[in-house]
């Protein structure tokens, strides 16, 4: 079968120093077929968030997602309730983009445990979910790398992503799959399984996992540079029924200060080298 970009999604952070314009305009003249919106491309946007959304799709991009809601647990009551409007606004902002999804990071608070924070989470999560059906909008939980479980994610795996589904029950809820994040889990293929059974498979995202990174957050790697089984992986999320986009989201200090067009040649060359 022939290798294409029609299942090729780039976030716009991977190309941070591009404006959705130019972003948009670079993603469809080179292929690729799809583009997640983070919120700050968007707010940037001369034309406002509507007008920003049918901007892509004049450019003939499908838009994937809108990145990012959550953040939902905290000390004080009414920081909890800060994040639950701020979420209900994000939600509306993706309906009017005609985003599907939103990727949740879900966060977590020094200071409590991860329970008390996943908790709050879940409250969180289900107070904007009668919001997020009304807009036609989905939710998905994406569990982060547990370095990240003191102040980003409490979610820091599949399973405990699954788990939260279950408890909180909702046809517009369920997990985002990004490899950086699950890959070196030992459950991973099993709870792929289940999120495909139960119909929660929202999102995959991919990039790679450098052997000993420079920066915790800032040196992700193109596909195939690392140690990630990123084909591996898709087979499991492919035979679960997923047949969605896939979404090269990189946070690089190496790959944002180069020559944008040249990079994002290397993103479709490692896209379709992995393939």
């Known amino acids: 079968m022939p290798v294409s970009l029609d299942k090729l999604c780039i976030h716009t952070i991977t190309t941070k120093s591009w404006n959705l314009e130019t972003a948009t305009k670079k993603y469809s003249a080179s292929g690729v077929k799809g583009i997640s919106i983070w919120l700050d491309s968007a707010h940037a946007y001369k034309g ?13 991009l499908d838009i994937v997602s ?7 647990p905290a000390l004080e009551l009414s920081d909890r309730q ?15 983009l ?3 999804l ?7 608070t020094p200071g409590q445990s991860l329970c008390e924070s996943r908790r709050q989470i879940a409250d969180g999560i289900a107070a904007v979910l009668p919001h997020a059906e009304a807009a036609g909008v989905k939710l998905g939980i994406e569990p982060l790398h547990p370095m990240h479980a003191d102040s980003r994610s409490a979610v820091s795996t599949m399973a405990q992503a699954n788990t939260m589904c279950d408890s909180i029950d ?9 490899v950086y994040h699950v890959w070196w889990d030992d459950q991973l293929e099993e709870q792929i ?5 139960k119909g929660r498979l929202f999102a995959f995202h991919i990039c790679d996992w450098k052997n000993q990174p420079e920066h915790p957050l800032n040196d992700r790697g193109l ?12 087979s499991w999320a492919n035979e679960s029924g997923f047949s969605g986009f896939e979404e090269v989201e990189i946070f690089s200090n190496k790959y944002w200060a180069m020559d944008q067009d040249e990079y994002l040649e290397l993103i479709k060359q490692s896209f379709l080298q992995t393939v």
């Open 66 to 72: 809108y990145v990012r809601g959550g953040f939902f």
């Open 82 to 96: 800060k994040a639950i409007d701020e979420n209900k606004i994000v939600i509306d902002e993706a309906a009017e």
């Open 223 to 234: 596909m195939g540079e690392g140690v990630i089984d990123i084909p591996q992986i898709r």
């Open 193 to 197: 399984r289940i999120a495909g059974e």
């Open 98 to 100: 005609n985003a599907p």
């Open 170 to 178: 909702h046809s517009h809820l369920g997990i985002v799959l990004d």
């Open 102 to 108: 939103i990727v949740l990071v879900v966060g977590a």
């Open 48 to 60: 406002g968030i509507k007008a920003a959304g049918e901007m892509v799709r004049s450019e003939g």
